[in-house]
């Protein structure tokens, strides 16, 4: 039997935060909310979003003996004056303690969302990207988000995209 993973997402305050299994949506707007209506919570154009902070979960590791080389990108185009902002890298990474979710502009999501497949992780595991989940556990946090400038366009879509590596 294959591994059971989905994505989590975490929102709130980072003394109280709430954690929200198997989200159903990346949605990204102007407030810090799980499987977010988008219509709801615009991104006001020269605003950002707010940041999501995302981590992969092996709820059961199955037959399988590791969960590993964790990659995340997104596919389609923003538009013009919007970028996508992440802290998912292939060099120089360090994992991220989880805070409180802002609209500013993002420290830890400080590098441009790759929109392909990236050549290895990007995404690590116990703070590195060669890291392994060997049972049910949780891969380090994924923070994104969108910032714009105020000739942004408002209605453009993205998918977001998650690979793992599974081990039998």
């Known amino acids: 039997m294959a591994a059971t993973v989905e994505i989590d997402e975490q929102n709130g ?3 109280s ?5 198997n989200i159903g949506n990346s949605n990204m707007g102007s407030t810090d909310t799980a499987n977010m209506n988008p219509t709801a919570y615009p991104i006001v154009p020269g605003g950002n979003s707010c940041e999501k902070w995302q981590r ?3 709820t059961d590791i199955g037959t399988s003996t590791r969960i590993n080389n964790l990659k995340v990108w997104r ?3 923003l538009g013009a004056d919007a970028i996508h902002m992440t802290n998912a890298r292939t060099s120089d990474y360090g994992g991220s303690t989880y805070a409180t979710p802002t609209a500013d502009p993002s420290t830890v999501a400080s590098q441009i969302m790759p929109t392909s497949t990236p050549g290895s992780a990007n995404l690590g595991i116990g703070g590195s990207l060669s890291g392994t989940i060997s049972s049910s556990g949780y891969s380090d946090f994924l923070v994104h988000q969108i910032q714009t400038t105020a000739t942004a366009l408002a209605g453009n879509s993205t998918t977001m ?3 793992y590596d599974e081990t039998a």
Not at 17 to 21: E, Q
Request: glycine share 12%; net charge neutral.
């Open 56 to 58: 992969f979960h092996v």
């Open 13 to 15: 305050n980072s003394g």
């Open 75 to 77: 596919s389609g185009s």
């Open 161 to 163: 995209n998650y690979q």
């Open 17 to 21: 935060p709430t954690l929200t299994h």
